[in-house]
């Protein structure tokens, strides 16, 4: 699975958009972008996953470049609750194969401040 | 729908002991996994069952084993335990949806403190 590299924290004032980049440069095509949120010692939340396209739901949306180096998750309107560590994972998945296993890094930590 | 559970959700054990934790997925989820968070290594992962089977495994040793039962559900099992097993146990669930991406979805874990 390929490497992901992201800052390790970030601050966002509420109300305004969380923008948390990450780098994903040796990806290889059958690897899809997942993004998962930790709140203090709580079980990860899913939030949002990706090929090549952008996508959207409820909770964020995210952009992944042209050449699929890198991505971007985007909070549009970032609340106190949003604060937690967020990991961006990249994952093989082929047509006979889904396998359970993620590698985590390090993750960005984002602060929503007031 | 019920998320996926984990319990005890707190445990207290000694140094040689042995401990069982268990879970159970999502409705319909087929596959089990478990990872440990502690705060020098992070998030790692143990193993995964599907249908009752270990498919994959990660680099833990032989102490931490697991199983998964017909209804899905999964043990893990530590024994002998050791000081730096005090960690934060997290089960996932997912379906496995051939051809498509899968999504796991984590449980709120086990809090296992080593004395």
């Known amino acids: 699975d390929a490497k992901t590299t992201q800052p390790p924290s970030m601050d966002c004032a509420e109300g305004r958009a969380a923008n948390l980049p990450c780098n994903h440069s040796t990806i290889s095509g059958n690897e899809y972008v997942y993004w998962y949120r930790q709140i203090h010692s709580q079980g990860p939340q899913y939030i949002i996953h990706?090929?090549?396209n952008n996508e959207t739901n409820e909770m964020a949306s995210l952009i992944i470049t042209e050449d699929r180096k890198s991505s971007t998750l985007i909070l549009p309107h970032a609340t106190l609750r949003d604060t937690a560590v967020y990991y961006c994972?990249?994952?093989?998945?082929?047509?006979?194969?889904?396998?359970?296993?993620?590698?985590f890094g390090q993750g960005t930590t984002l602060q929503v401040k007031p | 729908k019920a998320g996926v559970t984990q319990t005890p959700r707190y445990l207290i054990k000694t140094r040689g002991q042995q401990v069982t934790l268990s879970c159970s997925p999502i409705?319909?989820?087929?596959?089990v996994s478990w990872y440990q968070q502690t705060p020098g290594q992070g998030l790692q992962f143990l193993f995964e069952y599907f249908s009752e089977t270990q498919r994959n495994k990660g680099n833990f040793p032989g102490r931490f084993s697991g199983r998964q039962f017909s209804n899905s559900r999964s043990e893990m099992n530590v024994s002998t335990l050791e000081l730096g097993d005090s960690a934060l146990y997290l089960c996932?669930?997912?379906?496995?949806?051939?051809?498509?991406?899968?999504?796991?979805?984590f449980g709120p874990g086990t809090r296992l403190t080593v004395l």
């Open positions: 996932a669930s997912s379906l496995v949806r051939l051809g498509g991406a899968d999504t796991q979805y």
């Open positions: 990706g090929l090549k």
């Open positions: 409705s319909g989820h087929r596959s």
């Open positions: 994972i990249v994952r093989v998945v082929t047509l006979t194969s889904n396998t359970g296993k993620l590698i």
